[in-house]
């Protein structure tokens, strides 16, 4: 079993910036896991916004490329989501996920409010 634990959600001005992380623990070795970020706005589907590999290739929605930046520290079980430019349509709730051999595992999400 894997538990994310989400942090650094909140409310922000239309062009700020904010930076989550997501807190592994378990069982497993967290290098090897395929992290990634979700986001699922009101009445919307989950989506894809990054994923990072074990080798440290991202992957980025086209909505999010140039702005956000997904990155991990091993060492620490932890995988960042940097966010830049924000505007209002990257309000969502933020999960995070992750891919352990067959086995996917999800945070239990943080807000993310983009308004003035």
């Known amino acids: 079993q894997v538990q994310l634990v989400e942090s650094g959600g909140g409310l922000v001005q239309p062009g700020g910036s904010l930076r989550l992380s997501c807190a592994a623990s378990?069982?497993?070795?967290?290098?090897?896991?395929?992290m990634g970020w979700y986001r699922q706005a009101p009445g919307n589907q989950r989506e894809l916004v990054a994923t990072?590999?074990?080798?440290?290739?991202?992957d980025y929605a086209d909505s999010v490329k140039g702005r956000f930046s997904i990155s991990r520290d091993n060492a620490k079980k932890t995988v960042y989501l940097q966010m830049n430019s924000l505007g209002s349509e990257d309000t969502a709730v933020y999960y995070c996920?992750?891919?352990?051999?067959?086995?996917?595992?999800w945070g239990q999400g943080t807000q993310v409010t983009v308004s003035s």
């Open positions: 996920n992750a891919r352990v051999g067959p086995r996917t595992y």
């Open positions: 990072l590999n074990s080798g440290g290739s991202p």
């Open positions: 378990g069982s497993g070795i967290f290098r090897f896991f395929v």
